[in-house]
């Protein structure tokens, strides 16, 4: 059986429904709660695996507090090439924010880096963040 890769627009939208959700600190039961769906759904909309229709995007945006366009900002043009299964070519210029943004892990991260005032602090943490990533990128090139 083939697998059904996701239209990259309709992944592209599951993605800030996602990041939207996380924003705003909601889990997926009670965005699924409040459009009358399982979590499992609102999982596959975020996916991209199942089509949002325009009423359903209408109410994700009316409960996530984002006008429907939101949704649309940075998505790829139609008729324009997919390079996320091009194996090692990078993401479009800002989507890997979008995908950091999106996690757990970025979303926390962003929190706790915006919350610290001293400027010379935060710039020795991004110095010290480049140092791991620079030093990790050494170590899996020696492998």
Not at 15 to 37: D, N, T
Not at 51 to 61: K, M, V
Request: charged share 25%.
């Amino acid at each position: 059986m083939i697998k059904k890769i996701p239209n990259p627009i309709d992944k592209h939208v599951g993605g800030r429904v996602r990041m939207k959700r996380i924003l705003l600190g909601m889990s997926q039961e009670k965005l699924g709660e409040a459009l009358g769906l399982t979590f499992q759904q609102v999982q596959k909309y975020e996916k991209g695996a199942n089509r949002i229709g325009a009423s359903r995007l209408q109410e994700i945006a009316k409960i996530l507090q984002a006008p429907p366009s939101f949704f649309f900002e940075g998505a790829p043009q139609q008729g324009e090439p997919d390079v996320s299964h091009e194996g090692f070519a990078e993401a479009p210029a800002g989507q890997y924010v979008v995908d950091f943004i999106s996690s757990v892990e970025g979303l926390q991260l962003n929190r706790a880096f915006a919350s610290i005032k001293d400027p010379k602090v935060r710039k020795r943490i991004v110095d010290l963040v480049a140092a791991i990533a620079g030093a990790e990128g050494v170590e899996e090139s020696a492998n």
